[in-house]
């Protein structure tokens, strides 16, 4: 069994397009057993309501469906340790309520990556932004020797063949990754000193490595991801501080890890600012096979 890990906190409209289309890939790709545990984390915008209908619609596909209500925003590291603690699968997704299927098979995709090396620890796909040209939005993710984060081929066109490569990356962002169990076993869950947001997912793909686990990086996978929608656009999260302040703390952490690796250039970290577009205007962007 699979086990999916959605967060929710308000943006009623991107964590149904994203659930719905969960439940779509899997109706389509037969990706076998798995359960969707889905943490409210005190949502007042009647998400509360479509998680039940997408509940409903769960259980005639064959899908457990869990929801976890918090009744305030106990951020996200903390929501997805609440949905570990009861999760059943041998694999283990998590999946930010931004995030809508692109790649139908998409989770059979991932799981093949990460059955087939018993090093790897945890696998992501190619996230490309939900509307045309449908450019990359992160090929992985790489850290400079002073500490810089690197969202790779931010921008470029998703065929770019160096895009189109599985391969080792230093870490990924927790937007959709597929991890094994073990992990969880092994090194507990997710820090809860990032909280609410930010650096949690490059912290514990550091502690895997670490403990000897790879980390990867495939492109025959691909989900849409619009970006930052819950963290940046939510008006009771200071984003611009937590970044900085869980980024110093990253830094602290792993400093003897990354000064020592073959990480990008600073150069190649600075941050491209591209217009992003919402839900609304877009609509829901389509799913291949």
């Known amino acids: 069994m699979t086990t999916l890990i959605v967060v929710s906190y308000n943006k009623r409209p991107y964590t149904q397009a994203c659930l719905q289309s ?27 309501e479509v998680l039940a209908q997408i509940g409903q619609r769960a259980e005639t596909l064959g899908i457990g469906f869990t929801v976890i209500q918090n009744e305030t925003n106990a951020g996200a590291p903390t929501a997805r340790n609440q949905a570990l603690e009861q999760a059943q699968g041998e694999q283990i997704a998590f999946l930010d309520n931004d995030v809508i299927v692109r790649s139908a098979n998409w989770l059979p995709t991932l799981r093949t990556r990460l059955e087939g090396e018993p090093r790897i620890g945890i696998v992501g796909p190619k996230l490309v932004f939900p509307f045309e040209p449908f450019a990359v939005e992160c090929a992985g993710c790489a850290i400079s020797r002073s500490g810089r984060v690197q969202y790779v081929g931010r921008g470029e066109p998703r065929d770019a063949p160096q895009y189109n490569e599985a391969r080792e990356v230093q870490c990924l962002t927790s937007a959709v990754w597929l991890m094994k169990r073990e992990l969880y076993d092994r090194l507990g869950g997710l820090d809860e000193i990032y909280n609410p947001l930010q650096y949690e997912d490059l912290d514990f793909c550091y502690r ?34 937590v970044t900085i302040k869980n980024g110093l703390e990253f830094k602290r952490r792993w400093r003897h890890m990354f000064e020592q690796e073959d990480g990008p250039p600073e150069e190649a970290t600075r941050w491209r600012e591209l217009q992003m577009r919402t839900i609304e205007e877009t609509g829901i962007p389509p799913m291949v096979a």
């Open 208 to 241: 895997a490595r670490e403990a000897g686990y790879q980390v990867w990086y495939e492109p025959a996978a691909e989900m849409y991801h619009f970006e930052n929608t819950t963290g940046a656009r939510s008006p009771d999260v200071n984003f611009p501080y």
């Open 22 to 48: 969960l439940l779509d890939s899997h109706a389509r790709a037969q990706p076998g057993p798995c359960e969707i545990i889905v943490v409210d984390n005190g949502s007042e915008d009647g998400t509360r």
